[in-house]
Nanobody, 123 residues
Framework: VQLQASGGGLVQAGGSLRLSCAAS????????VGWFRQAPGKEREFVSA???????FYADSVKGRFTISRDNAQNTVYLQMNSLKPEDTAVYYC??????????????????WGRGTQVTVSS
């Protein structure tokens, strides 16, 4: 499975961005998809995930600000990011797996990863 993340950019604090994760796999609707981010000098951290049935998961730091969704017809998962803060600045990666149990949705052990997209939030 090839994943293509896009939609990053430079935005002022309080602004919004929508990231997209497009997949080459036509059965992408059966995959769990996660978003992770990595800031300079920091570990990669979980942001959000969605499983095949539409259940969603969020890190506490983004709850209420970020929304994950999927368009199965387009083989794409989106991450709508609102009320962005400077601490959201990072490279954002999407990842996918065919089968993933609930307890592992937030773990960065997905089998397939896309190249990251840079999100920079200025203060």
């Amino acid at each position: 499975v090839q994943l293509q993340a896009s939609g990053g950019g430079l935005v002022q604090a309080g602004g919004s961005l929508r990231l997209s994760c497009a997949a080459s796999e036509r059965t992408f609707s059966r995959y769990a998809v996660g978003w992770f981010r990595q800031a300079p000098g920091k570990e990669r951290e979980f942001v959000s995930a969605i499983n095949w049935s539409g259940s969603t998961f969020y890190a506490d730091s983004v709850k209420g600000r970020f929304t994950i969704s999927r368009d199965n017809a387009q083989n794409t998962v989106y991450l709508q990011m609102n009320s962005l803060k400077p601490e959201d600045t990072a490279v954002y990666y999407c990842a996918a797996d065919r089968q993933r149990i609930m307890s592992t949705m937030t773990s960065p052990t997905y089998n397939y990863w896309g190249r990251g997209t840079q999100v920079t939030v200025s203060s």
